[in-house]
Every structure is written in structure tokens, then in C-alpha cells.
């Protein structure tokens, strides 16, 4: 169930559309085939019964809320690539990745094989600009990733906002977590295949 979660919110947070087949919301295997387009019996049959059990009632309730955060936070939204450096007078990249110890990776740690916990900051300013010409911008997200089986990784969470704490959104470690604020520089217990996200801490809004 961890790893269910933690599969559909790296779906949707990735960039671009988001496009979950029918019954990945709740639990839908087709019993691991991934091309089952011409199979008319149980590997692409919904179960309906099943999908009333407590398990996959809750990722439901998981994935609604991911696509109500993918909704809100204009990040994942981007209409161009990522260039990871500053551009036309901006004085700040649009995206950096970072070690457990809260600072940015080099080129030598992207590349490093063994490597199976990191994470990401989206930044919110300036993101791209509407049809009508104006600036969009938002929140700041980081989402961090722990691919190892059995290692809890102790993240430092990136300080970038003197004032302004990360908000939890979601750890797919659980179903549901409580939406709590940790400051910079706070160390985050990552646990095994899972994946947490936060923004930067703002007024509380319908999420």
C-alpha cells in the first residue's frame, strides 16, 4: 500500500499531464500486466466489490487528495522545461536537488549509483506568465525521495525562506499525516519507500 502511494503521487507531481488508468485509484493491479489492452477477463475487469474494502478506500481517498495538491500548486504546472539556473534577471534557479544533509548535489552525487535518497525544490517565483502576459507564481515545494527497502534517512530540510517553515502535505509512508510545519535546517526521518512533500508555510488553505 506504501509503495502504491508513493507510485501515483510520483505520477502526478511529475511535470506534464498526469494519466492514471481507470482503477489505479483503488488498488487496480491488472495482476502486474502492463499491456493488457486486448485482455476482455479479470486482469481488466474493475473489481467494484473490492474496491469498497477499507485498503482501497483509502488510496481513494489518497489520490484525491494528491490531484487536489497537483491543483493547487501552479509548480506543477509548467508550460517549458526546467533550466536550473537563473533566467532573464531572475536572481534564482527554478529547480535544485539536494542530499540528505540539506545541500545541493553536485554532478558527482547525481551520478553516483548507489544513490537512492534525494529531493527536489520547485521554486515558486516567477514560474511562467498567462495568457493575458502576468506573472504566475506560488508556493515553493520540496518533495523528498527514499527508494531504499529498510533505511529510515534522516533529511535535513533545506533552509531557503529565513522565515518561512516547510508545511507537510503528505508522507506516503501512512495514509494520512497531519499537516505540520518543521523549520529549516530540521532533520526529517524519510522512512523506507516512501515520499514526503512539503511547501513552504503559508495561511492555512482547503487542502
Not at 138 to 155: A, C, K, Q, R, S
Request: charged share 25%.
Amino acid at each position: 500500500d506504501r509503495k502504491k502511494r508513493s507510485i501515483l503521487a510520483t505520477l502526478i507531481f511529475s511535470q506534464g499531464v498526469p494519466m492514471l488508468l481507470a482503477g489505479d485509484e483503488m488498488g487496480h493491479s491488472q495482476g502486474g500486466n502492463n499491456n493488457a489492452y486486448c485482455q476482455d477477463n479479470e486482469f481488466t475487469w474493475l473489481n467494484w466489490p473490492a474496491a469498497r474494502q477499507k485498503r482501497n478506500r483509502q488510496l481513494l481517498d489518497f489520490t484525491r487528495k494528491v490531484i487536489e495538491i497537483f491543483r493547487s500548486q501552479p509548480v506543477f504546472h509548467r508550460r517549458k522545461f526546467f533550466s536550473g539556473r537563473a533566467i532573464g534577471g531572475n536572481e534564482a534557479a527554478d529547480i535544485a536537488w539536494v542530499n540528505p544533509d540539506g545541500t545541493e548535489m553536485n554532478d558527482e552525487q547525481w551520478h553516483a549509483p548507489h544513490v537512492r535518497c534525494f529531493g527536489v525544490i520547485l521554486f515558486g517565483d516567477s514560474i511562467d506568465v498567462d495568457e493575458e502576459g502576468e506573472e504566475i507564481s506560488g508556493d515553493t515545494v520540496l518533495i523528498l525521495f527514499n527508494g531504499d527497502h529498510e533505511l529510515v534517512v534522516p533529511f535535513t530540510l533545506p533552509s531557503i525562506e529565513e522565515s518561512l517553515p516547510w508545511q507537510r502535505l503528505i508522507d506516503t509512508f501512512e495514509p494520512e499525516v497531519a499537516k505540520d510545519e518543521f523549520a529549516g535546517g530540521t532533520v526529517y526521518s524519510l522512512r523506507p519507500c516512501s515520499m514526503t512533500v512539503f511547501r513552504t508555510g503559508i495561511e492555512e488553505e482547503n487542502l
